[in-house]
């Protein structure tokens, strides 16, 4: 799996479910993220169909983990269209207790990596809730295309020659070692 100069990603297992729930569950992170029960059974059952749709390649959920800091929070990569080569992220939240500066952009780059890279995918999908102020900062400034909004979100996108663009001009110093 790829790494950054402060992360890495690793699959999801079943028995990150309390890391899931602690994050899911927190009011500090949750207000612009689709709600989950609070159920752990219910969590758990969620995971084992996640499983069947990760070994068929559908959807990859991962946990950001910080070499010194261990896991620090979750990003997922989901409704491939491999024969359009065009993917959604998303499900991104990292605590508040352990979000060094870098923890972002770093795992930005991490998740590209991993779909234009690895997966060889062309296109990159994501949303944001237009009340979201700050991430859609975040977005603008790492150069995401405005596509429209609706009443809940607005709509972005990447194509992997813009981001292969700013991975070289600007962000090569975040994947070294
Ligand atoms: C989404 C989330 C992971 C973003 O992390 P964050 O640390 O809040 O992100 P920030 O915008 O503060 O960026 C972190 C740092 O990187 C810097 N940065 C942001 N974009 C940058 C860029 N393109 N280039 C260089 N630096 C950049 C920021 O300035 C900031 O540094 P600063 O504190 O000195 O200003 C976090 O806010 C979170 O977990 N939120 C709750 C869940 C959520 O809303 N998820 C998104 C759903 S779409």
């Known amino acids: 799996m790829q790494q950054t100069k402060h992360l890495y990603l690793r699959l999801i297992q ?7 729930l602690s994050l899911r569950l927190n009011q500090n992170l949750n207000t612009y993220l689709n709600k989950v029960s609070n ?11 996640y499983k069947e749709r990760e070994k068929n390649g559908l959807d990859y959920y991962f ?11 979750l990003i997922r990569v989901y ?5 359009n080569k065009i993917f959604t ?16 952009i770093e795992s930005l780059l ?12 062309l296109l990159a999908r994501f949303e944001v809730r ?6 859609i900062k975040l977005y603008n400034r790492f150069g995401a295309k405005y596509l429209y909004h609706d009443d809940l979100n607005n709509y972005f996108e990447l194509t992997k020659t813009n981001y292969i663009q700013l991975k070289y001009s600007q962000y090569y110093k975040f994947l070294m070692d």
């Open 14 to 20: 079943e028995s990150d479910v309390d890391f899931l």
């Open 39 to 49: 159920d752990k059974q219910q969590q758990l059952l969620w995971l084992a169909n």
């Open 63 to 73: 946990v950001i983990v910080d070499k010194k800091l261990g896991d620090i929070g």
């Open 79 to 83: 409704n491939i269209d491999y024969a």
């Open 89 to 104: 992220w998303g499900s991104w939240v990292i605590s508040e207790e352990n979000r060094p500066k870098y923890a972002a």
């Open 110 to 121: 991490l998740v590209y990596e991993f779909a234009f890279n690895e997966l060889n995918l």
């Open 130 to 135: 237009n009340d979201n102020i700050d991430v």
